[in-house]
């Protein structure tokens, strides 16, 4: 059990996907403009995340290891997380409206982003098993969703002052990114 | 031989997966809202943006939710607002100022088999697009006209129509750039 609080505690803190890995920077910067647009993202990239280590694990271990195909990872990742992502998008637009007008336009977005693909690679790299996996996704989601959210709050607040014009809009934004991720650089050596 | 096994493997699992999304795609097909579906067949699909919604679908759903009113639409017109005052059963509203149909280039012709002669419209004519002379037919240079029909009150036997200039490409010109100028500071 404190296996997987390790797992969860490292990937929210220690080794945050943005703010220490730099991995989905785009929707970092893109999506933290409102608070609100920031959580449905944070919500859609959760599901996802988790749902597509959780998919690639098995691709690579049932899969690719017993044939040999190993040095296929990045393409197969990539087909299956898109796959899986659109299927889900159908379902969920099927079955419950309301999660759809949430998550809807994010999912497809989400796609294609760096952190799921890296979340992917990274667990048969840590040589993780099933549940580490799930776990592993879970808990990077989990730190983007933390620094997206208080980014985009922090972002708001920015919005509102008096920035001097050369640092006006996104030269502030990355800097107040920079100094989250010295913040969080506070953590390294708290777990592995 | 490992490198076919990679090539079966691949396309067989890329093969699955689409055959899954097709079939999903079928499955789960969700059908739209019925009244949006026919508030959008009675819009023009000019996907213009005129009435300040990305385009003929989300203003469908605009008004089908009560969001937007009907007469938004420009290219539509008035038969358009008419239409969907009848599909939704509420009063027709006058289409917005603001969104009123475009007015097109006109230009004025003297039916010359009515025309007397009489000039009065030559003087009227601000451009000097009136040819003639007195008792003799007049006619209007196309070209010259500029539409402003100040000639057709002065005209004692109503000769004087206005017909629209169809753009075509030897008349189109550039639109003029827009016009903001501050009012004048009293």
């Known amino acids: 059990m404190t296996e997987y609080a390790i797992i969860l505690i490292s990937t929210i803190w220690v080794n945050n996907f943005v703010l220490v890995k730099f991995l989905g920077l785009c929707p970092f910067m893109g999506v933290s403009r409102k608070l609100e647009t920031a959580m449905g993202m944070a919500l859609a990239t959760t599901?996802?995340?988790?749902?597509?280590?959780?998919?690639?694990?098995?691709?690579?271990?049932?899969?690719?290891?017993?044939?040999?195909?190993?040095?296929?990872?990045?393409?197969m990742f990539i087909l299956v997380i898109a796959v899986v992502v659109q299927f889900t998008e159908m379902v969920v637009h099927k079955t419950s409206p309301l999660l759809y007008n949430v998550l809807g336009i994010f999912l497809?977005?989400?796609?294609?982003?760096?952190?799921?693909?890296?979340v992917a690679l990274l667990n048969v790299q840590e040589q993780h098993g099933f549940l580490q996996s799930a776990f592993y996704g879970f808990g990077a989601s989990m730190g983007f969703s933390l620094v997206l959210v208080l980014f985009a709050g922090l972002r708001e607040r920015i919005a509102v002052t008096d920035v001097p014009d050369v640092f006006q809009g996104n030269a502030i934004a990355l800097i107040t990114a920079g100094i989250m991720s010295l913040a969080f650089m506070g953590f390294v050596g708290l777990v592995n | 031989m490992s490198i076919l096994i990679a090539v079966v493997t691949l396309s067989v699992i890329a093969a699955l997966f689409g055959l899954l999304l097709g079939y999903a795609s079928i499955k789960f097909r969700v059908e739209g809202d019925p009244v949006v579906e026919k508030i959008d067949a009675l819009l023009p699909q000019t996907q213009c943006g005129q009435c300040s919604f990305p385009g003929c679908r989300p203003y469908a759903e605009a008004i089908a939710s009560g969001e937007a009113p009907i007469n938004l639409c420009p290219p539509g017109g008035e038969t358009t607002m008419l239409a969907l005052a009848d599909l939704l059963g509420v009063e027709p509203v006058a289409l917005d100022d603001e969104h009123d149909t475009e007015p097109t280039k006109t230009v004025v012709v003297i039916?010359?088999?009515?025309?007397?002669?009489?000039?009065?419209?030559?003087?009227?004519?601000?451009?000097?697009?009136?040819?003639?002379?007195?008792?003799?037919?007049?006619?209007?240079?196309?070209?010259?006209?500029?539409?402003?029909?100040?000639?057709?009150?002065?005209?004692?036997?109503?000769?004087?129509?206005?017909?629209?200039?169809?753009?075509?490409?030897d008349t189109w010109r550039w639109p003029l750039p827009e016009q903001n100028f501050a009012a004048p500071r009293a």
Not at chain 1, 49 to 75: G, K, M, Q
Not at chain 1, 109 to 118: F, P, R
Not at chain 2, 138 to 166: F, S
């Open chain 1, 47 to 75: 599901f996802v995340l988790t749902l597509s280590s959780v998919c690639s694990y098995l691709v690579n271990e049932y899969i690719l290891a017993p044939l040999d195909l190993v040095y296929l990872r990045t393409i």
């Open chain 2, 111 to 169: 039916d010359e088999q009515t025309c007397i002669g009489c000039t009065l419209c030559i003087q009227a004519c601000p451009v000097d697009a009136i040819l003639g002379a007195a008792k003799q037919m007049h006619t209007v240079i196309a070209d010259e006209c500029t539409g402003c029909n100040l000639c057709i009150p002065p005209c004692p036997v109503d000769c004087i129509h206005i017909t629209p200039v169809k753009v075509e490409p």
């Open chain 1, 108 to 118: 497809p977005l989400i796609t294609t982003n760096c952190a799921v693909l890296g």
